[in-house]
């Protein structure tokens, strides 16, 4: 999470789907898209943070971006992975 700071979310092109691109953490990515301020028509289902490129195992976890933030979207009760390259 980004505290004390302004967090800009602008809209990208990719073809097929509604997208943004958002300056911060994952944790502020994933607060945002659950906060219905840019998907208000729709909540998730499922969120799957990463992809992390080292490991998220053992005590790594308590710092990954993308355990950090599926557990921001559990903790905002949507199912959440988190996804990383090596074990």
């Known amino acids: 999470m980004t505290p004390g700071e302004t967090i800009a979310a602008s809209s990208a092109d990719i073809k097929g789907a509604t997208a943004f691109?958002?300056?911060?953490?994952?944790?502020?990515?994933?607060?945002?898209?659950?906060?219905?301020?840019?998907?208000?028509?729709s909540k998730p289902i499922l969120v799957i943070s990463g992809i992390n490129q080292g490991?998220?195992?053992?005590h790594q976890m308590f710092y990954s971006g993308a355990v950090a933030g599926a557990r921001e979207a559990l903790i905002s009760g949507v199912p959440s992975l988190s996804i990383s390259l090596n074990w």
């Open 21 to 41: 691109e958002v300056s911060g953490t994952t944790v502020d990515c994933i607060s945002l898209g659950l906060s219905g301020a840019l998907f208000a028509w």
């Open 55 to 58: 490991s998220s195992c053992g």
